[in-house]
């Protein structure tokens, strides 16, 4: 059974930086496209960023474009996405899925249980 785990949530200041992680279990990512979505309180879970196997290929959503990047190490197994200049409105729980490189959370197959980003000013 494929299990994704995230890893690397905190609180942050303004203007700092985290990086999250995504790590497989039971499966290998090999072959998948990843994708990373974000759901804050009172709010529609949120596209994020994409990336393609192996990872020649990533889009962003408006909001985060020029601050975070995703990546991922084929050889862990595992993606990541580098936040940078965060805001306070990038607080939220932040979740990677498997299977698209797609905006549309529909598209994905497997999903993490989340790790919250809080920035706090």
């Known amino acids: 059974q494929v299990q994704l785990v995230e890893s690397g949530g905190g609180l942050v200041q303004v203007g700092g930086s985290t990086r999250l992680s995504c790590a497989a279990s039971g499966s290998t990512l090999s072959n998948y496209p990843m994708g990373w979505f974000r759901h804050a309180p009172g709010k529609e879970r949120e596209f994020v960023a994409t990336?393609?196997?192996?990872?020649?290929?990533?889009t962003y959503a408006d909001s985060v474009k020029g601050r975070f990047t995703i990546s991922r190490d084929n050889t862990k197994n595992t993606v990541y996405l580098q936040m940078n200049s965060l805001k306070p409105e990038d607080t939220a729980v932040y979740y990677c899925?498997?299977?698209?490189?797609?905006?549309?959370?529909?598209?994905?197959?497997?999903w993490g249980q989340g790790t919250q980003v809080t920035v706090s000013s």
């Open positions: 899925a498997r299977g698209a490189y797609s905006r549309n959370p529909g598209d994905y197959d497997y």
């Open positions: 990336i393609t196997w192996p990872g020649a290929r990533t």
